[in-house]
């Protein structure tokens, strides 16, 4: 856990922020700010900055298998996800996050 990082807390339970889904080593939660009707966030538990310093490939899977489970979970057949890496390419939170984002069921 990183003591001054957003998803850190939102993930050690300090806001009691709902998870929509959890695994062993990935939580999802709803993004605050959605920029479509569903708006989800899929974060790695421990605390890696962004992509480029991801370097678990069971964790790469289970990131990526999470995705499929959560959004089968929601009945969500079509979505886009997103992963921005780095100041410039407008990642704001470094906690690693994928975003999930779709249209109503
Ligand atoms: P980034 O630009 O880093 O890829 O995306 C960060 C995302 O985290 C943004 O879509 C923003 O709305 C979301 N976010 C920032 N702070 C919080 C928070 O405290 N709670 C939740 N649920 N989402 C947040
Ligand atoms: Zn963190």
Redesign the pocket.
């Known amino acids: 856990m990183s003591e001054d990082c957003?998803?850190c807390?939102?993930i050690n339970g300090e806001?009691n922020?709902e998870f929509v889904y959890e695994t062993e080593n990935t939580v999802v939660?709803?993004?605050?700010?959605?920029?479509a009707p569903i708006?989800l966030?899929v974060c790695p538990k421990a605390h890696i900055s962004s992509l480029n310093e991801l370097e678990d490939k069971a964790l790469m899977a289970e990131l990526l298998q999470t995705v499929k489970d959560v959004t089968k979970k929601i009945g969500l057949k079509s979505y886009q996800t997103?992963?921005?890496t780095g100041k410039e390419a407008?990642?704001?939170?470094?906690h690693l996050?994928i975003?999930i984002l779709g249209k109503e069921n």
């Open positions: 957003i998803f807390k939102i806001f922020t939660f709803k993004d605050i700010n959605p920029k708006h966030l997103h992963i921005n407008g990642q704001v939170v470094f996050h975003h």
